[in-house]
């Protein structure tokens, strides 16, 4: 078995999903119970074949990649197809494998308007690849394939399934994303042509992650490595997103449909924070050190920014597309320290937030089919009239304000104790600075969020809600998509270590590459 996974496994994860979709497409589009069968069946095989990696995965070794593909793609520019496991993708392909089922499982019943069952999960399954594909990928011409599969899927999912203002929303989501991977790709190429070997000082001419790494910047000046750092910040800040580049995301989120908000916030947006550990930090150190009081700074302005914004919202979908900024902002604040415990408070914090973020967009959309609205005005009485729901709703507020025991928690504290000891040669008294703003962030989001469930959950139904037959509590297919997001955030509320012992060894290297 460990023969075949180490040929075949990474291959299987990434490209099943897209064996499904040529299976879908040979199926009529009337055939909405064989499209669904299908895919939940194609998203469950990618998952047992992730289940079979992770029980066969070296822990022992997880500062190095596993599973290795390396082969020959296209020689004219020495890109290869070149693909790995270590301990800093690992709990991200997880997390996407787990994601996607969950959310074919609850669109069982929730496919929305205008229908087409066919074409919605077709984009899914697409989607699943790009993003399973980006975490695996070792080659920057790799990375930025799959990194740009994710942009169609989602800008359709939005544009033609998403709300009355989707059109607006897809666009926006479209160029932002755009206007990021193009400065990206350029500072790919110059890497290409400036970084040389550290022997025999000639250019190496790779896109190869690992080598890149291994030459750690070197024949690319100190000002290039700063110019070129800026084009992968505005790549993978977009991604995040990072203030203020984050305009995007409330109105992506708002309009997507339900399933969309899910996987945009449970996976996609980890793309860029995943991009700054796994390529931009690394292959430049020089010019992250520069970077970083600036991300660190931004990273700040974030936090308290989408706490204030989310204090100001009136719809409950838009306040946690703001509380999506509000939280990644910790995460951007880790990896600007450039030290091993904020690298790893980082990777802890993307999957928390993904678990949790996921979690309350699941629930969002599950009260606007129910009540026709998410106007928090307009709700109240939740445990009266769905109890059940109501407490779920709870538990993620609690969790996302960063209650101890609960995933949250592990996602905020470590990523603003990081900031206390930055990297050797930062400025340490800008970085406890931002420290203390960031834990004021900590009580915004206590503010926001209880707002939120006191007025969702407490008090009795309004009177239009008061008898309608609509609102009911927790459905079967709701019962399978959430049970297995609510248990990982209880469990990881109260042992960490599974994640961070998993992300250490692998953080540690990145981070003696930039000198932390």
Known sequence: MKEFLNDWGLILVTFLPLVGVAVMLCVPKESEGTHKLLALLTSLGAALVGVLLLINFNYDRAGILQ?????????????????????????????????VPLVIIYSWNHVPEPGNVKAFFILMLILETGMIGSFLAEDLILFFVFFEVVLLPMYFLIGVWGGPERKYASIKFFIYTLLGSSLMIVSFVAIYFL??????????????????KAAGGEGVARTAQIVLFGGMFMGFGIKVPMFPFHTWLPDAHTQAPTQGSVILAAVLLKLGTYGFLRIAIPILPDGARQWAPAIGILAVIGIIYGALCCLAQTDMKRLIAFSSVSHMGFTMLAISTMTTFGF????????????????????????????????????????????????????????????????????????????????????????RTLMVLAALGTVLAAGYLLWLYQRTAFGTPKEEFANDPNIVDVQTTEWIAWTPLVVLIIVLGFVPAIIFNVTEPAVAIIAKSVGG
């Open 344 to 431: 790893n408070a980082a990777v802890f914090g993307m999957v928390a937030h993904g678990l949790i973020t996921g979690m309350l967009f699941f629930i969002a959309g599950s009260v606007k089919e129910r009540y026709h609205t998410l106007e928090i005005k307009r709700l109240g009485g939740l445990l009266i009239s769905a109890p059940k729901m109501g407490w779920i709703l709870g538990l993620c507020t609690m969790a996302s304000l960063g209650l101890p025991g609960l995933a949250g928690f592990w996602g905020e504290f470590p990523a603003i104790l990081s900031a206390y000891e930055p990297a050797i040669g930062l400025n340490v008294a800008l970085f």
């Open 195 to 212: 970084v040389k070997d550290p022997v025999t000082g000639e250019a190496i001419k790779t896109f190869s992650i690992p080598q890149l």
């Open 67 to 99: 599973f290795r593909v390396n082969h020959s793609w296209i020689d004219q520019i020495n890109s290869r197809f070149i693909m790995g496991l270590d301990g800093l993708s690992l709990p991200l392909l997880a997390l996407t494998l787990l994601i």
